[in-house]
């Protein structure tokens, strides 16, 4: 062998070993910023595990209130995904494997039994269940064991759906800090997009949130919803006519396609085994609409067993409003909409309150002004919620009203043309 054929042999040998020629030309390269040509990428489609729904290499949310079989729906997915099945559109699904890492539920006599009553292929299910380092088993951690589930993942294979229950374990931070939740989510991002696997994360709607924006309900930072390419959510609709509740999953929100839509769904009880029952999902037919329109219009409460309605919170917005005495009715109405209220809700709370109306001026420029009836219970620890926007105090003193031939209606329709819904 040449002198010159040796040192090729050497070369390669030692280029094979650094993981390949395009390691050695990235470690060759210089540092700095690192940039990209458009004419130099290749346009390519959203590789969809359900259409519309999961994308694959992509985050998704599934949230909702309690009690409204959002693990069970997960697992209908991991179901449909493993035997092969139709989602509930009617499009077959290709079959894969899964993973599911939960938080809060057994694998054994919860999580399972589930699986079984929505007939999912098992040997294709596979539960994270935690990391061992140094012989020791520690909670899983996306942040640390991403390249160890990487490599466990590796020998499964064809894993399309990671399912992550709840999403806020993820966060050893605070979950209602942005950047700490975005510094959370972004090896769990880098996790789906590496595998080209879809991830659903489980979230629960915060407190007392009925009305608004359903992404913004998400529980945590407003960063879990940013952050996520598709929201969907899972709730009980309230029909204020006194007909029967129903469940629906609809889409909030979606960078990919369709942000509206959804199906109706309910949940049953089945023996999978002697002495061993467990819940699984019964799908409906196609709702129409946006999940605010659905949830808002329909008086959808916040899934505590009192059976509260949007227009319970909406009057607990309005007293929240009020309390800094007179405010302009058209300011009251905007903020009550950015808090996603209906027209429809916003009377409903103002006629139940008795919300005092009075006006000032006359024809076009008459205006109007809201306050809490005589008597109106304030609580003294009622946040002021920054998303909502500045509520405008009226510019006269009240005790100038005297003066301004001001007229005053309590519990009225309103009749000015200033306020017309």
Not at 57 to 76: F, M, N, R, V
Not at 215 to 225: K, W
Not at 329 to 336: E, F, N, T, Y
Request: proline share 5%; aromatic share 4%; glycine share 10%.
């Amino acid at each position: 062998m040449t002198a010159r054929a040796n040192a090729i042999e050497i070369v390669d040998a030692k280029v094979a070993a650094a993981g390949g020629a395009d390691k050695v030309l990235q470690r060759l390269a210089p540092d700095g910023v690192v940039l990209t040509c458009g004419s130099d990428l290749t346009a390519a489609p959203i590789d969809w595990l359900w259409v519309h729904w999961l994308a694959r290499g992509k985050l998704a949310i599934l949230a909702g209130p309690p009690g409204q079989g959002k693990t069970t729906i997960a697992i209908d997915m991991i179901a449909t995904l493993t035997s092969g099945r139709c989602w509930p559109d009617g499009t077959r699904c290709e079959p894969g494997n899964a993973l599911m890492w939960s938080g809060e539920d057994d694998p054994t006599d919860t999580l399972l039994p589930r699986l079984m009553a929505a007939g999912a292929d098992l040997s294709r299910v596979h539960f994270v269940s935690g990391t061992r380092i140094d012989g020791e088993l520690l909670p899983f951690d996306p942040a640390r064991d991403s390249v160890l589930l990487t490599e466990r993942v590796k020998a499964i294979a064809d894993v399309r759906l990671l399912v992550v229950d709840p999403l806020v374990s993820v966060v050893l931070g605070d979950s209602h800090k942005n950047a700490e939740v975005r510094r959370a989510l972004q090896p769990l991002v880098d996790l789906a997009s590496y595998l080209n696997a879809a991830v659903l994360g489980i979230s629960h709607f915060s407190k007392g949130t009925a009305g608004r924006d359903p992404t913004e309900r998400v529980t945590g930072s407003v960063a879990f919803g940013a952050v996520a390419r598709v929201v969907m959510v899972a709730a009980k609709v309230k029909h204020e006519d006194g007909e029967e509740d129903r469940r629906i999953l609809a889409r909030a929100k979606s960078n990919l396609g369709p942000d509206d839509g959804g199906f109706e769904y309910g949940l049953e009880q089945v023996e999978v085994q002697t002495g061993i029952a467990a819940s699984r999902v019964l799908w409906g037919g196609l709702v129409h609409g946006t999940a605010h329109q659905l949830l808002v219009e329909s008086g959808e409460g916040n899934g505590s067993e009192d059976g509260r309605t949007a227009t319970d919170d909406a009057v607990e917005a309005l007293v929240r409003i009020l309390r800094r005495d007179m405010v302009p009715s058209r300011d009251v109405i905007a903020q009550m909409k950015r808090e996603s209220f209906s027209e429809k809700v916003i009377r409903s709370a103002r006629l139940r309150i008795g919300v005092v109306v009075r006006r000032s001026g006359f024809g076009k420029e008459m205006s109007s002004y809201w306050k809490l009836p005589p008597g109106a219970e304030i609580p003294d620890d009622e946040p002021i919620h920054a998303q909502s926007g500045p509520v405008v105090p009226i510019p006269a003193h009240p005790g100038e009203w005297a003066s301004m031939g001001t007229t005053e209606t309590q519990g009225q329709e309103w009749g000015d043309a200033e306020v017309v819904f």
